[in-house]
Nanobody, 129 residues
């Protein structure tokens, strides 16, 4: 059983940066870890996902964040990061990380409601204009 805990959210001005962390406990090898977000009054949406093997890393991004956000992982710390640059007010949302056996691309084309093997509790990101 994978358990996830997000951190790193906060208040930032438009154009600024934040780095979110998703710390995993349990065995994550073979899982895809993804970031999702949910703005007030809106459905949860996919942001980015990452999977890895001994030989390669695969990532996938939503079009709305491609070029601004970067997902990465530190296997020693069992942590997945989401580096968010050039933040916009429309990036304001609760950000969740989730883990599943689906590939990053498959996770990216899922539709809400998302049914994943594990979810974190979420961390709030507020971008002021």
């Amino acid at each position: 059983q994978v358990q996830l805990v997000e951190s790193g959210g906060g208040l930032v001005q438009a154009g600024g940066s934040l780095r979110l962390s998703c710390a995993a406990s349990g065995r994550t090898f073979g899982y895809t870890v993804g970031w999702f977000r949910q703005a007030p009054g809106k459905e949860r949406e996919f942001v980015a996902a990452i999977s890895w093997t001994w030989f390669s890393i695969t990532t996938y991004y939503s079009e709305s964040v491609k070029g601004r956000f970067t997902i990465s992982r530190d296997t020693a710390k069992n942590t997945v990061y989401l580096q968010m640059n050039s933040l916009k007010p429309e990036d304001t949302a609760v950000y969740y990380c989730g883990a599943d056996r689906a590939s990053p691309q498959a996770m990216g084309i899922m539709s809400a409601p998302y049914v994943l093997d594990a979810w974190g509790q979420g961390t709030l990101v507020t971008v002021s204009s």
